[in-house]
């Protein structure tokens, strides 16, 4: 079945631009979302099919996915970034919904 | 504003069964496919089981075929999760979502879950 692979943990400083990756075969067929989840609470979209933005999600937030690997970036990140973020795609050879693992963000 | 409200959670022994409600309203339900997500303590999201807008398709995931079931009631504005033969692997806070409306694909709107608990 799919597997989509994030890398467990991600730290930046305040600033700069935290980038997340989502690998897994033939991902550059399937589009991609992203979610935002903080602690105890449930979790946020924040991009949808690739590269759209929900409203009310900061333009900081962009998405890409050109070939095997999806990428979540923010740039300017700020402290209220620091949560889990995951990827999801739909596979329509299983119809199951995947998610990556999750990647923790953390400000330094 | 979209709502989504679940309930039914609960302490349950393994082997025992549960039924998970969740309430929707802001929206015209019966215009989106739904979905059931499931997060054990500590862990990342997993999927359980989709349902499109009219109810005549449904998805389960591998881990719960057979044992839960989604189901909808458009008049009610209702979605349902009856979950049979529980595990203790089931113990987890679980989510239904409404879809961004590609069809089925997306959940754009998240309840704010429900704990469920499987222990003798």
């Known amino acids: 079945s799919f597997v989509l692979t994030q890398p467990p943990s991600v730290s930046v400083a305040p600033g700069e631009t935290a980038r997340i990756t989502c690998g897994g075969i033939t991902i550059g067929s399937n589009s991609v979302h992203w979610y935002q989840q903080r602690p105890g609470q449930a979790p946020v979209l924040v991009i949808y099919y690739d590269s759209d933005r929900p409203s009310g999600i900061p333009e900081r937030f962009s998405g890409s996915n050109p070939g095997n690997t999806a990428t979540l970036s923010i740039s300017r990140v700020e402290a209220g970034d620091e949560a889990d973020y995951y990827c999801q795609v739909w596979d329509s050879n299983t119809d199951h919904m995947v998610f990556g693992g999750g990647t923790k963000l953390t400000v330094l | 504003q979209v709502q989504l409200v679940e309930s039914g959670g609960g302490l349950v022994k393994p082997g025992g069964s549960l039924r998970l409600s969740c309430t929707a309203s802001g929206f015209i339900f019966s215009d989106y496919y739904m979905t059931w997500i499931r997060q054990a303590p500590g862990k990342g999201l997993e999927w359980v089981a989709d349902?499109?807008?009219?109810?005549?398709?449904?998805f389960h995931a591998d881990s719960v075929k057979g044992r839960f079931t989604i189901s909808r009631d458009n008049a009610k504005n209702s979605l349902y999760l009856q979950m049979n033969s529980l595990r203790a692997e089931d113990t987890a806070v679980y989510y239904c979502a409404r879809d961004h409306g590609g069809g089925g694909s997306c959940p754009e709107y998240w309840g704010q879950g429900i704990l469920v608990t499987v222990s003798s």
């Open positions: 349902i499109s807008n009219s109810g005549s398709t449904k």
